[in-house]
């Protein structure tokens, strides 16, 4: 915590917020408002042990310092497009829907992916969406896109847009070794977001 936006930040802290050692840890911690209620959503790190991998949120206090209650599992690597994982969780209300993304598989290739579950509240339950993933690996694309995910959406007026990291393009069209940082539109038809990668027409 820190006084100012400025800092400096300080762990005054003694032991983890979040670990859940018996799942193989805890990563990806992401927080969502909703009206007044504050919320933090993480995931099991269970892929290091051949175990089973979960999105979970659990509520906060209003200062966000100490949790309340316990944690809710609202999506599992249980598709065929996921692999052995989902991470990277992030809530987003579009037309009072809520929408939890999320990035699935190996991120250090093309198979890594983002998809999203629609909840029926910040803390569920919820469906992943049959069009999933909505974001993946596209040789098509100029330049081609390889293992986009890690995806942050923002609401800037009446236009959303997703952050996500994708891998460089060598010259010859293969996956380079460095991640870069993207920004597309994303699009609404039949309130299903839509990606508009590299600045793609819009879907409707």
């Known amino acids: 915590t820190s006084a100012s936006p400025e800092g400096p930040f300080k762990d005054a802290n ?10 193989g840890g805890t990563i990806d911690p992401s927080a969502f408002y909703d009206g007044n209620t504050l919320y933090l959503y993480f995931k099991n790190d269970g892929n290091c042990c051949s175990l089973p991998v979960h999105l979970y949120v659990q509520q906060l206090s209003s200062d966000g310092l100490s949790l309340v209650g316990d944690p809710t599992s609202l999506v599992q690597n249980d598709q065929q497009w996921e692999g052995n994982l989902v991470e990277a969780p992030y809530m987003f209300k579009h037309n009072g829907k809520y929408y939890l993304f999320f990035s699935a598989n190996n991120y250090a290739d093309g198979s890594y992916a983002t998809g999203y579950a629609l909840c029926q509240s910040a803390t569920g339950p919820c469906q992943q969406a049959a069009e ?16 986009p995910g890690g ?3 923002i609401q800037v007026g009446d236009q959303t ?31 299903k977001p839509v990606v508009a990668v590299n600045g793609a027409a819009p879907t409707n």
């Open 14 to 23: 003694d032991h983890a917020f979040v670990c859940q050692a018996d799942q």
């Open 132 to 147: 999933n993933p909505i974001l993946s690996s596209d040789s098509k694309q100029t330049p081609p896109l390889i293992g």
């Open 151 to 153: 995806e942050t959406l």
């Open 161 to 191: 847009w997703m952050l996500y990291h994708e891998w460089n393009v060598n010259a010859d069209g293969s996956q380079g070794d460095a991640r870069y940082m993207a920004v597309d539109k994303v699009n609404w038809p039949d309130d």
